[in-house]
Each structure stands twice: as C-alpha cells, then as structure tokens.
C-alpha cells in the first residue's frame, strides 16, 4: 500500500512537470492579448496550441517560439478578428483550462454519425453530384467540409440515414455509397491520381488537420494550376544553417486567419519539429521564420527534399486562402436540400472551391466560397440572380472577415519580399552566438 501511494505521488509529479503553465497577459501590450505557455519539450506542444488559438477565430498577430534543452517557451500576440484584446473572462478561462489539458482539438461529435472521407478530381458541379448522390441513397449530410486546391478536392462528410437518423453500419450499404461517390470523383480518366473513398476510423485528429493529410496523401503539391502560376500566393524558402544543423524556413504571404496553424500542421505532419520560430504581421502580410530539425535531428539533407519542402508549405497556404464570393445559408434542415442548392450553383455556372456543412436543432448553417467557372470572381448580378431563386432570405452574402492589425508604436508597416531574411533570423543567431539560446 506505501509502495502504491509512493507510485501515485510520482505519477502526480511527472504530470505536474509535463502540464503546461499558461500565462494571460493584458496589460503589457496596449494592442494585443498575450498567452504565454511555458512547458517540457514534446512533439506536438506548439501545433495544439495554435490550434486552439485558431478554433477560437482569434488572430495570431505576432509569435515567438523557442525550446532551450528540454524545455519550450511559446509566446503569441493575439486579437479578435476586429483586431482587439481579448476581455471575455470565459474565452480568457477556457484558453488557459485548454492548453493546461490534453487537447484533442475541434472534432465534430461523431457520436451517431457515419463519417466519409473523400478525395478526387475537381471540377464543375462535382459537389452538386455528390451530393444528389447521397440524397438518392437516402442519407442527410449533417456536417462536412471541402477543400479543393490544384485541381484536386479533398473532403470530410459526415451521414446519418434519412428516415431512421441513425448512423449507417450496414456495410454493404456502405460500399454502394463508397462506389458511388468514387465513380462521381474519378472525373477526368486522364488524371492519374484516382479517387479514394472510405470510412473514417480515425475520429480524434482535427478535422482540419486532416484535410492537410489527405491533399498531401494525394499529393496536391505537385500540381500547379495557370492561377497559382500567373500570380504566386506565398514565398517560401529554405536554407541550411550548417553551424547549427538547422534549416530555416521562411513564408511570407497574405495574412489571414488559421495561416500559422496550416504551416505548423504541415510541418508536424511532415516529421519535422520546431525548435525555434518567429512570427510577424504587418498590415495584410504575413513573415513566418521556423528553425526545423527532423526529428533525429538532422537537417534538410538534399535539394529535393528542399523543393519538397516549399511545395507542401505553398499548398498549405493555398488549400485555405479565400477563393471566391463567400455565401452563407441559413435554412431549415430538410432531406435533399444540399443537392438543390449545389445545383441551382451549378445550373448557373458558379463553381463551388470551398465549402462548410453543419446542421443544429434543425437548422443548417452552410457556408460556400463561390467563383465563375474560370476561377475568377462572380459577376454580382449572376449572385443575385442565383439568391433570388435560392431566398434572398435564406442565403446572403457575406464579407470575409479581414484581419486588423492595429498599428503599434514605431512599428514599420512597409514591409517588402526583399525582407525575406527577417530580423528574427539575426536576433535568434546573435542569441546563439551569445549562448543565451541552447542549440539543443
């Protein structure tokens, strides 16, 4: 019994030791909310904690990341979307409470719910297809989302039956759904990727995250469609820092929201671990700086892997970027309804480049990212047009919400690409010089 209680007291030890303390700060800095997380070296710490930042909406305005030994020290400024601190005492609670727990990160309650995941050839329609495929075999959408990047769309969907409202477990039902929204994808026979269909078994990875893994397991980043090649979305480079044995990543791009989170992702999901990182916002850009190792500690070790490494971070960036006029409805839940609105879009020429489905007490909230069937924005009288006949009640318009980055005192806002190099790269490599920064 001594021998038990002993081992209880350990165990209670090595939690408290590897818990990680949160610190809220209002009132140092005159423009944003800081977190501060303080925690043992673990794979994964920085990822769930920019997960939960993000899942909030908020906006990660500035960051700083570094792991001494053993030991990481993350830093974030953070705002609302409207560029204020944060001053809800409960979303303030629920910030710290989250990050000093496991965090398993924002999954759809599956509880009841069969989930698909799904991925194929992007056209015209596709989403339409599917889903008066999934309305003919008796099944509602309850929630979903659907990327689509390079020619390639990727999505997660989540069915119960129609008539009884629950889950499907009869698996040869299952296979005839599968078959059928498979030959709905394979699309273009010349595309040699095919389309994959199966039930997810994996319910604890955030569904975001996985949307990142299956368009890298199709491997999207190979692509590049004439848009992204006429007018490229992010700068991504990559050098080695042989005295330290780390590369260095830099990505300057558009700022916007959950940007940092699809980076980090990206990175984890490709085996590399952060050490150290800085993150900067000004204006409307984005310069994010991470010094990465695999996680033998090596570091990048040939030029393809290089390239490798800024194509899969240039689609992190591009699968979310806003494409497109954001349309949002709001309608009572009925069977088929996703399949009549898909395909009043498609009737009317607009193409669907991003989507989110959800359903609750019988109300849909759906959002759509809508373009012309060139990829470019729609004409507003077709949105009109295609309003009218959908209820102009029911779906409206909606202004993407824009990032607001307050100025600070002596903050530079003119920010070029030729900044590149940033200053955190000078800062980090002066405190190693130093030795005030271990080089792990």
């Not at 397991?217 to 006429?230: A, G």
């Not at 993150?279 to 500690?297: C, M, P, V």
Request: hydrophobic share 35%; charged share 25%.
């Amino acid at each position: 019994m001594a021998m038990k209680g002993y081992l209880d007291e350990y165990e209670k030890l090595v939690i408290r030791m590897n818990t990680p303390r949160v610190v809220i700060d209002n009132g140092v800095c005159s423009s944003a909310t800081i977190v501060k997380v303080d925690s043992a070296r673990r794979d994964g710490i920085f990822l769930e904690a920019v997960q939960i930042l993000t899942d909030l909406n908020l906006s990660i305005k500035k960051a700083y990341i570094s792991s001494d030994g053993r030991w990481n020290m993350d830093v974030f400024h953070v705002t609302d979307l409207n560029g204020n601190k944060l001053n809800d005492q409960s979303v303030l609670k629920y910030i710290e409470q989250s990050i000093e727990t496991v965090y398993y990160g924002e999954n759809i309650e599956v509880n009841g719910l069969t989930a698909l995941e799904l991925t194929g050839t992007d056209r015209i329609g596709l989403l339409s297809e599917m889903f008066a495929v999934i309305s003919d075999l008796n099944c509602d959408v309850v929630d979903a989302k659907l990327w689509t990047h390079n020619g390639r769309v990727a999505s997660m969907i989540y069915l119960k039956d129609s008539i009884s409202g629950s889950p499907i477990l009869d698996s040869l039902r299952i296979s005839k759904i599968e078959a059928r929204l498979k030959n709905v994808l394979n699309g273009d026979k010349d595309i040699k990727s095919a389309a994959k269909t199966c039930v997810s078994m994996d319910t604890m990875t955030h569904i975001d995250r996985r949307l990142h893994q299956l368009m890298f397991e199709d491997r999207d980043y190979e692509r590049r469609c004439k848009k992204h090649e006429r007018s490229p979305m992010v700068v991504v480079t990559v050098q080695n820092w042989a005295e330290r044995s780390y590369s260095v990543v830099n990505v300057h791009c558009q700022d916007r929201t959950k940007l940092l989170f699809d980076v980090v992702c990206t990175l984890t999901d490709m085996e590399y671990a952060v050490f150290h990182a800085t993150i900067n916002t000004s204006a409307d850009q984005a310069h994010l700086e991470f010094y990465i190792r695999h996680k033998d500690g090596s570091p990048i070790s040939s030029e393809a892997e290089r390239q490798r490494v800024i194509q899969c971070l240039e689609a992190a960036v591009e699968r979310r970027a806003t494409a497109g006029v954001r349309l949002e409805l709001r309608h009572p839940d009925k069977q088929g309804l996703l399949a009549e609105v898909t395909r009043t879009f498609r009737e009317n020429g607009l193409n669907v480049t991003r989507t989110e489905i959800s359903t609750s007490g019988g109300m849909a909230t759906n959002i759509f990212y809508v373009t012309d069937a060139n990829g470019d924005e729609a004409d507003s009288k077709l949105i009109e047009s295609v309003r009218e006949k959908i209820g102009l009640d029911c779906l409206r318009v909606k202004e993407i919400p824009l990032l607001n980055h307050k100025k600070e005192d002596g903050e530079d806002h003119q920010q070029t690409k030729a900044g590149l190099v940033s200053l955190g790269s000078m800062v980090w490599r002066n405190l190693f010089s130093f030795g005030m920064v271990k080089s792990n």
